[in-house]
């Protein structure tokens, strides 16, 4: 699958490219990041092989990441247009005041218009909220937004980092008053970060939130560079994210994910995205580059198609277990529908017999 396989976000009309280039590192501003000039070539590389996504945020690398995105794209209007550009609002970027930040009217609407000026363009295609503010009513939000998109500065909303019952509510409140609501959800997922497949995933399909994976390869951890090889070795540049998951569940994961790799002539990295990609609600998978080999590696994975073995071999490496309900809910089929098969699922109803003597009503 081509980075020019688009496919549209959730159900929306918004056509995007199954991989999303992320640019929180765009920028040396930190100490550390990629430069100007190598950002930039990586932009490059993105869009001459059909990608169309590009992500950032506000406050990455103290706003330089929308700064050298709108110095080589936004300041161009034929080359803007025929991107989808998303940025984020929450971030505060100044020390001190306490609107400077949140999601608030004041702040959403403040954050949209420098957001504008440092991408150089007048608007922004998909516009996230960053992470969940519990200071500020949803519905504050919610119009906020939809004022940004009457006024043509917005075309679509997204949220990330947020629970599902808040993302529900808010697009319910939207629904109900005929603003724009949500179509995508950003939030990390991986194979060594499935817990959203709870209650994130079933709300996204509900919703029809296209879902857009940050984080695909758990900082690094799946990218082939650790091994159970070099465990011992290859660790002056660990970070402590990932000396935190280098254990034995993903070293045998990274084991299966090398064999798979091998079989289809790849990296260890393209099959742990495509693994991502393959999931249900998946729109598109964001995929961050400080170097611009990186990306070329990364980019493998619309090339990768996984067989159903293949998937089911990884999923049953990484598979969550989750509380209360979804124990109750795995019992679902078998007290709903008294033995019989509903909709392809059946269950035995024994393990729900009344005590000898009672009788159901």
């Known amino acids: 699958m081509p980075l020019d396989q688009y496919t549209t976000l959730g159900r929306s009309g918004l056509r995007v490219s199954p991989l999303c ?53 936004g300041r161009h209007p034929a080359r803007r247009d025929r991107l989808v550009l998303a940025t984020k609002f929450s971030g505060n970027l100044y020390p001190g005041d306490p609107n400077g930040g949140g ?64 993302i529900a509510q808010a697009n319910l409140i939207a629904h109900f008053h005929g603003w724009s609501s949500f179509i995508g959800l950003q939030v990390e997922y991986s194979l060594l970060e499935r817990s959203i497949e709870q209650e994130l995933v079933p709300m996204a399909h509900e919703f029809g ?73 998946v729109s598109s998978v964001i995929i961050g580059a400080r170097r611009l080999s990186q990306l070329d590696d990364n980019i493998r994975a619309v090339d990768v198609n996984l067989t159903a073995d293949e998937l089911d071999r990884l999923d049953t490496l990484t598979k969550p277990t989750f509380g209360f309900p979804s124990n109750m809910l795995e019992m679902a089929p078998g007290i709903l529908n008294g033995g019989t098969t509903v909709n392809g699922e059946s269950g035995t109803i024994s393990e729900f017999v009344m005590p000898k003597g009672v009788q159901p009503y």
Not at 38 to 63: K, M, P
Not at 213 to 236: C, I
Request: glycine fraction near 8%; proline fraction near 2%; charged fraction near 25%.
């Open 103 to 166: 999601s608030g009217r004041k702040s959403v609407i403040n954050a949209c218009e420098n957001s504008l000026r440092r991408l150089q363009t007048d608007y922004i295609d998909l516009y996230w909220l960053h992470i969940w503010d519990a200071n500020t009513p949803i519905e504050e939000t919610m119009a906020a937004l939809d004022d940004l998109v009457a006024a043509g500065k917005v075309r679509y909303i997204g949220v990330s980092d947020t629970p599902a019952w808040k």
């Open 209 to 281: 939130l296209g879902i857009t994976p940050w984080s695909p390869l758990k900082g690094g951890v799946l990218s082939g560079k650790y091994t159970r090889a070099n465990k011992e070795t290859n660790n002056a540049d660990r970070g402590a994210m990932v000396n935190a998951f280098l254990d034995e569940k993903s070293y045998a994961l990274i084991d299966e994910l090398e064999v798979i790799a091998k079989a289809h002539e790849t990296s260890v990295a393209s099959v742990a995205l495509a693994w991502v990609h393959a999931q249900a609600g």
């Open 21 to 73: 280039l992320g640019a929180m590192t765009f920028g040396e501003d930190l100490g550390w990041g990629t430069s100007v000039e190598e950002s930039q070539q990586i932009i490059d590389r993105y869009t001459e092989l059909g990608g169309n996504f590009i992500d950032t945020a506000n406050f990455y690398t103290r706003s330089h990441s929308e700064k050298i995105i709108g110095d080589h794209i």
